[in-house]
């Protein structure tokens, strides 16, 4: 079945550093990508999301891209703050499309 | 308007005990979602309710855990005679255009 694996943290940042968080998946057929973040005392949250090869998600100046020739979903941001501290997780459609499949999280803690 | 709600957000019962989760999520969405979000182990997918069809249940790790969803809207995951290992905390989240899902703020289960 489909499945994702993302880096394992925690990352620790100093404030105005680059951020990139890993992602690679195995998957049957052309699911949808997602980030999503759970900010500390709050519910998952949807970040960002891709449907199909190329396509380039981005929202709160965070971005990812669907690569498949290397089955990854790479978040990235140029300028992280205080503020993004939270742990994010990859995920994907499973491959009866009814349910996403969630990575373990990645702790992102930024300092000033 | 109101996002999805969970009760209660926390739950500590004894080991062999019965306990109830509850999950009301946005009105008019069709589809419903139960995940376990285990401490290191990321978000597992448990039950889904689309609708009127039959819930696919592929989730479910053992026949102590059951769903239902009542009158398309209101959900509740049950867990019979718990054991530690389900100590977790249970999110929900509710759909209207899948693959885009709304979390819950989630319950946290401890059982002693």
């Known amino acids: 079945g489909n499945s994702v694996t993302q880096m394992e943290g925690p990352v620790t940042l100093s404030e105005e550093a680059f951020l990139t968080i890993n992602c690679t998946y195995t998957a049957t057929g052309y699911p949808s990508l997602f980030w999503y973040v759970q900010y500390p005392g709050e519910g998952l949250q949807l970040l960002l999301k891709?449907?199909?090869?190329?396509d380039k998600g981005s929202n709160k100046g965070f971005e990812a891209t669907y690569r498949k020739e290397t089955t990854s979903f790479h978040l990235e941001k140029g300028s992280v703050q205080v503020s993004d501290s939270a742990v994010y997780f990859c995920?994907?459609?499973?491959?009866?499309?009814?349910?996403?499949?969630f990575g373990k999280g990645t702790t992102l803690s930024v300092s000033s | 308007g109101a996002g999805v709600s969970q009760s209660p957000s926390n739950k500590v019962t004894e080991k062999g005990k019965d306990v109830e989760l509850r999950c009301d999520p946005i009105s008019g969405h069709t589809a419903l979602y139960w995940y376990r979000q285990s401490l290191g182990q990321g978000l597992e997918f448990l039950i889904y309710f689309q609708g009127n069809s039959a819930p696919d249940k592929s989730g479910l790790p053992s026949d102590r855990f059951s769903a239902e969803r009542t009158g398309g809207s209101v959900s509740t995951l049950t867990i019979q005679r718990t054991q530690q290992e389900d100590s977790a905390v249970y999110l929900c989240?509710?759909?209207?255009?899948?693959?885009?899902?709304?979390f819950g703020p989630g319950t946290r289960l401890t059982v002693t």
């Open positions: 995920a994907l459609t499973n491959q009866a499309g009814t349910a996403l499949i």
């Open positions: 989240a509710s759909s209207l255009d899948f693959p885009e899902q709304y």
């Open positions: 891709a449907t199909k090869a190329d």
